[in-house]
């Protein structure tokens, strides 16, 4: 996909306009918010990132005159006070994402690859039930089944299958599901994530031959897009 | 009623103004009594002159004339030609003389006296002055009618001014309190918006006439200064945060990206989120102490929390051997910022998970005054309790255990930006660490 990153710090735009080119992506790096804007509204990224603050246009004023011009597409905020407020803030502005600098490079992918994703869900109709081979999730009986054999799940479990099958071949991170599933805005100090991942997989994977749910080290956890 | 009176007496401003109407009322009227009783004293003086004089008069008379019966004729003739003023005289063999009035000459000295039916005078007072003389004992006598009369108008005129003086004074006392009490309000209601994080809130008194208005208008200078001094800070911070993540958002990248994977690697990146975590620790205590969050506050069930908490960490707790239970014994709903209060919650109960040691029994207690954290572990001897709300401060057997040393310092952040008190003491049956946060009565939206 086409990515259009604002970053005032050079050396760190030539690591990301690195990084996403070799994960296949095409890659925009422009260093100053008016440049941005210009490149955001003349030409179709799929997915923009945009460092809060820059000199010329901060992010946010970017990200304010592209959702007047009445653009659409997906925004990644970065921001170095990673902080309620200025999550509010960028949310209320049109920002679909948040991301706290410094990140971990996967992370930054993971989110993308999410927010494009979303870009294209849009308009067609929400699934009622999710599907990873022979494993269902019916979102309306809130029932689980493995081939065909039903397997009694935790409303946390049940959050943690549905946001992974619901982004399903695509990684999801620690941060981004402690947010999703727990709406946690911070990393706890225990191993909240691993237990809970470890409990899902003892139930839908451990009595089965395939395993669906598989870790990323140094990543997150995917269920992989099967044909 | 009792809390209406109780506003009242709050009010210093109303408070003293009233006080000095009701010292002022009161002198006033006491000012009057006593001028009021002054004057009649001086009326009765002036009557009293005017008898004695008559007696002396009279006295010599009787003393030089010896003829006692045309001397009586005589004056009786005069006395009733003048209707105001009688006598009556008994000599020492009981003989009386003039208005046959014993019950004068029973009295000695000045004397009121009740004369009815003697004069026809609309009053039967008469002031009588009675002494002894040549020969026997003279009474002279005078209506008491206009002495009274004025006496009466005198009393009723100072009480009419009185009435009016204390009414137009409650009445001053009453606007001047309620107006300065209202400067006062104004000043204490900016001052409330300022500690409630607001620091944009003035006073801007509307005249520049008194003290009152000095006292707004320097309240309203510092807290400009203050307002000022705290977006310079502010700024510093984000540049400071910039200026340092930015370059450790590098090194970071640069280690993922031009070194192979390996566990020197790993170490490498994990030294780097420690630094990023406590750097994040730090700015986010800060944050929560600049108290900006509370522009966020919404109603927030504790009962809902408490599940959420538990049914996050409930797992995690019982892989270590451990259990956390939820003791719902209310469920109140509190003005708060609900990922802030979440992760207070957390914060305590990870602490007790790490130093409460294995098989410890955690317990998230929800009571009509708040929520709190109960363990059966060690505790923390009470000498240390306070420092480890302090930043950093880290106790000498968790060294060993993971953390940063900052989750009980923004546990109390997040806990003062909502008002609310954080402890930690000894449980009642003193087995274990009981960490409660209390809200304020204000905090509570319902409460059941």
Known sequence: MRILVLEDDEQLGAYLDEGLSSAGHQVDVVGDGRHALTAATSSNHDVVVLDRMTPGLDGLAVLKAIRAAGLRVPVLMLTVMNQVEDRVEGLDAGADDYLAKPFAFSELLARLNALARRGEADGSGEPTTLRAQDLELDLVRRRCTRAGQLIELTSMEFRLLETLLRGRGRVQTKTMLLEKVWGLGFVPTTSVVETHVSRLRSRIDKPFDEQLLRTIRGAGYVIDADA | ?448
Not at chain 2, 338 to 350: P, S
């Open chain 2, 1 to 448: 009623m009792p809390e209406l009176v109780r506003r009242l007496g709050r009010m210093a401003a109303l408070r003293s103004a009233l006080a000095l109407t009701a010292v002022f009322v009161l002198v006033s009227l006491l000012a009057g009594g006593a001028a009021a009783w002054l004057l009649e004293q001086e009326l009765e003086a002036l009557v009293d002159t005017t008898l004695t004089e008559r007696h002396a008069e009279l006295g010599a008379q009787l003393d030089a004339a010896g003829e006692l019966e045309r001397l009586a004729a005589t004056y009786d003739e005069w006395s009733k030609s003048h209707r105001m003023e009688l006598w009556s005289f008994e000599t020492d063999a009981g003989r009386t003389l003039g208005e046959p009035t014993p019950q004068v000459l029973e009295t000695t000295g000045y004397s009121y006296v009740d004369l009815e039916g003697i004069f026809p005078t609309e009053r039967d007072d008469w002031r009588v002055f009675v002494a002894p003389t040549e020969g026997g004992r003279l009474a002279v006598a005078v209506s008491a009618e206009n002495i009274l009369e004025s006496m009466e108008i005198v009393r009723n005129t100072f009480l009419a001014v009185g009435l009016v003086v204390s009414l137009v004074a409650i009445a001053g006392g009453l606007a001047v309190g309620v107006a300065t009490q209202r400067r006062h309000d104004r000043i204490l209601s900016t001052l409330q918006a300022i500690s409630d994080g607001n620091l944009s809130a003035r006073v801007s008194p509307e005249h520049d006439r008194d003290d009152v208005d000095t006292l707004a208008r320097r309240i309203d200078e510092s807290t400009a200064r203050t307002e000022k001094l705290l977006q310079q800070t502010r700024g510093l911070s984000v540049n400071i945060a910039h200026d340092l993540k930015t370059p450790l958002a590098r090194l970071r990248a640069q280690l993922e990206r031009e070194f192979p994977a390996s566990p020197e690697r790993e170490s490498a990146l994990g030294q780097v989120d420690g630094v990023i975590e406590s750097f994040d620790g730090i700015l986010q205590i800060a944050r929560v102490e600049a108290g900006d969050a509370k522009t966020l506050f919404a109603g927030v069930s504790l009962t809902d929390l408490a599940e959420t908490v538990v049914a996050t960490f409930g797992p995690v707790a019982e892989d270590s051997g451990c259990t956390l239970a939820l003791r719902p014994l209310a469920d109140p709903t509190v003005l708060g910022e609900r990922g802030l209060l979440v992760q207070l919650v957390a914060n305590l109960v990870e602490n007790s998970l790490q130093h409460g040691g294995t098989s410890t029994r955690i317990e998230v207690g929800v009571t009509p005054v708040g929520i709190e954290v109960l363990d059966d572990g060690p505790g923390i001897p009470a000498d240390e309790r306070s420092e480890v709300l302090a930043p950093h401060y880290r106790r000498e057997q968790s060294r060993s255990t993971p953390g940063h040393g900052l989750g009980l310092a923004l546990a109390k952040a997040i806990a003062e930006l909502h008002d609310a008190e954080l402890s930690l003491t000894d449980r009642e049956d003193g087995r274990g660490l009981r960490a409660r946060v209390v809200f304020p009565a204000r905090a509570f939206l319902t409460s059941s």
